[in-house]
């Protein structure tokens, strides 16, 4: 199945810091989302992007599928952005829709 | 997007038990999942729910162990059986909305089996 690599796996900012994420995926998806899980558990969808770019807010996201990896971007990032950040992929065929997670970022954005 | 109501959000329960997780989903959506996140780890897909017939389960679950059901296309039930303290988990359930794009995701139910 397909394998989905995260870096860095831990990643500790001060309020108001860039950063970017990266996900690597060890074969062809079409289906690639980025997802947000909050200190209490619940899983925000961020983005789904198999290919190109998307904007929302100070977060975007590039997929470049052809290369099998994905950037999230967080710009000016704030306290309620700490959380662990997941992208998950697949390939959607007639017989299903399924993802596979990644291992995970874990965020902490400081005062 | 759908909007998932997942129940209960959390349970403390004796080895041997059985506990039975219900998702809700607003709208109708084309598939559902259940996924299984281990504490500190990332999430598991445990099956796909499947409308009026048996789940696909994926390697390493069984239905003997997780069975699971979607009478119709809003609602799924996740059963955890014989439950031992390997359990322990957040057990998750997302849909897929039916004009497609992103998962959304049940608020997660967070089981401790003592």
């Known amino acids: 199945g397909i394998q989905v690599e995260q870096s860095p796996p831990d990643l500790i900012l001060q309020e108001g810091a860039n950063s970017t994420l990266r996900c690597n995926f060890s074969d062809s998806v079409n289906n690639l989302q980025w997802f947000h899980q909050n200190p209490w558990g619940q899983l925000i969808n961020l983005f789904y992007?198999?290919?190109g770019t998307k904007q929302n807010g100070r977060l975007s996201a590039t997929t470049v599928a052809t290369e099998r990896y994905s950037l999230l971007y967080i710009s000016s990032s704030q306290t309620t952005d700490s959380g662990v950040y997941f992208c998950a992929g697949g390939l959607i065929t007639g017989g299903g829709n399924k993802l596979t997670f990644g291992t995970g970022t874990q965020l902490k954005v400081e005062l | 997007s759908a909007v998932i109501s997942q129940k209960p959000s959390r349970d403390i329960c004796q080895r041997g038990t059985s506990l039975t997780i219900q998702c809700q989903v607003d709208s109708q959506v084309t598939m559902m999942f259940w996924y299984r996140q281990q504490p500190g780890q990332s999430l598991t897909l445990i099956a796909t729910?499947?409308?009026?017939?048996?789940?696909?389960?994926e390697s390493g679950f069984v239905i003997d162990k997780f069975p699971i059901s979607r009478p119709n296309l809003t609602f799924s039930t996740l059963t955890v059986s014989n439950m031992s303290p390997e359990d322990s988990s957040i057990y998750l359930c997302?849909?897929?909305?039916?004009?497609?794009?992103?998962?959304?995701f049940g608020s997660g139910t967070r089981l401790t089996v003592v």
């Open positions: 997302s849909a897929i909305p039916r004009q497609g794009g992103g998962y959304t």
């Open positions: 992007i198999p290919s």
């Open positions: 729910a499947n409308q009026g017939s048996e789940a696909t389960y």
